[in-house]
């Protein structure tokens, strides 16, 4: 058996290597993934499906229908496809939603704090609740749920940019 190889048949193996790894970057880049970025103490994932919840790991891909989860004392980071950040604060727990309407995928927000920042073009994110949805076109935003005299209490507090929020009944912009 011959198991010497040609420089030329090592250049070209590399090279399809070098295309199949830059392939697969553009394709990291333009699919409508969401990437947990940053997370600190006891965060959890329960994939579409599951009633589990497992700890995760920072560079974990959230898909539709995925849930994650933030303990006591602990933070998580959440990676649009358009590069927006939204940080999620303790004790929050999120539902990813599909994109609608060929938009961006959305969120329900179950419980806790998230807020929404967006360095360059304003971003453009649903938000859903129990009593809401809010439809975010800005750089700023932070939106509260939280249980108050046996019912949900949502707050969302605009720092730039516009939201449409609003249920049956009615909507504010």
Not at 103 to 125: A, K, Y
């Amino acid at each position: 058996k011959n198991y010497i190889m040609s420089a030329g048949k090592i250049l070209l193996i590399a090279s399809c290597v070098v295309l199949v790894n830059r392939a697969a970057s553009v394709y990291a880049e333009t699919t409508n993934d969401i990437r947990l970025i940053e997370l600190q103490g006891k965060v959890e994932m329960s994939p579409a499906g599951a009633t589990a919840w497992v700890l995760t790991q920072t560079n974990q891909i959230l898909h539709a229908f995925d849930r994650l989860r933030t303990g006591p004392n602990s933070r998580a980071a959440l990676r649009w496809s358009d590069q927006s950040v939204v940080p999620l604060n303790a004790l929050t727990e999120i539902e990813i939603l599909p994109p609608q309407d060929n938009s961006e995928n959305g969120m329900h927000l179950l419980r806790g704090i998230i807020s929404f920042f967006h360095r360059d073009q304003p971003g453009r994110i649903r938000v859903i609740t129990r009593g809401a949805t809010a439809g975010i076109e800005g750089t700023e935003f932070t939106i509260e749920v939280a249980d108050a005299d046996n019912s949900e209490r949502t707050t969302l507090s605009v720092i730039d940019g516009t939201v449409r929020f609003g249920n049956d009944s009615a909507t504010l912009t």
